[in-house]
């Protein structure tokens, strides 16, 4: 039983315009969401969190936003850069718990 | 400091045979998760060990074991090898809560 769930597989966007990636999640235990970025051959690398105390943090081109009534978070990148084509992994995470419990991942190409 | 290192990168075995898989956490980190990732299931909790105990164990059958060293070195063992075994396994090390999960490059294992 999936509890991340990322329903896009894939996802292109212009060089300089928003990508907008989404999560949803069913496990209402869940109070840590990140967000890992992959590229081919390595392993995931940490680019973004929030806690359930938050709907919105940010970090310079990256926002994770949380809607915790819908069990739903997303991650924008403005501008897009071609550099972040990756794939995109959300990812949570109980108080306490020693695991995290990962979505299928996003494809994101930037198409210079 | 050095990252998680992870030995062998890449691995062929044959159906049947058992694999032994080695993961070298970041100095200092204690706790070593395993993840396996393939493709549309995106990264399945394995175990996580913590000063050489197991502290929590995924859903995968009792031929996925692991252990963890006095130096937190860990290596899992996956016996019996079946062609869905085929692969990525990702170690991470941390300290703490998701955001300070390094992951090493993963071993890829293929089961012919």
């Known amino acids: 039983d999936q509890q991340v769930k990322q329903n896009s597989p894939s996802l292109s966007v212009q060089e300089g315009r928003i990508s907008i990636l989404n999560c949803d999640y069913t496990?209402?235990?869940?109070?840590?969401f990140l967000w890992y970025k992959k590229y081919p051959a390595e392993g995931p690398t940490f680019l973004i969190s929030?806690?359930?105390?938050?709907d919105k943090n940010e970090d310079g081109r990256f926002t994770v936003f949380l809607n915790k009534s819908a069990k739903h978070l997303s991650l924008h990148i403005v501008p897009s850069q071609p550099g972040d084509s990756a794939v995109y992994f959300c990812?949570?995470?109980?108080?306490?718990?020693?695991?995290?419990?990962f979505g299928t991942g996003t494809r994101l190409t930037v198409i210079p | 400091k050095a990252g998680v290192t992870q030995t062998p990168r890449y691995l062929i075995k044959t159906r049947g045979q058992q694999v032994t898989l080695s993961c070298s956490p970041i100095?200092?980190?204690?706790?070593v998760s395993w993840y396996q990732q393939t493709p549309g299931q995106g990264l399945q909790f394995l175990f996580e060990?913590?000063?050489?105990?197991?502290?929590n164990k995924g859903n995968f059958p009792g031929r996925f074991s692991g252990r963890q060293f006095s130096n937190s070195r860990s290596e899992m063992n996956v016996s019996t090898l079946e062609l869905g075994d085929s692969a990525l396994y990702l170690c991470?090390?941390?300290?703490?809560?998701?955001?300070?999960?390094?992951f090493g490059s993963g071993t890829r294992l293929t089961v012919v």
């Open positions: 496990n209402s235990m869940f109070d840590y």
């Open positions: 100095s200092g980190h204690r706790s």
């Open positions: 990812a949570a995470q109980e108080t306490g718990a020693n695991n995290l419990f």
């Open positions: 060990y913590f000063s050489e105990t197991q502290r």
């Open positions: 991470a090390s941390s300290e703490g809560q998701g955001d300070g999960y390094t």
């Open positions: 929030i806690s359930s105390i938050k």
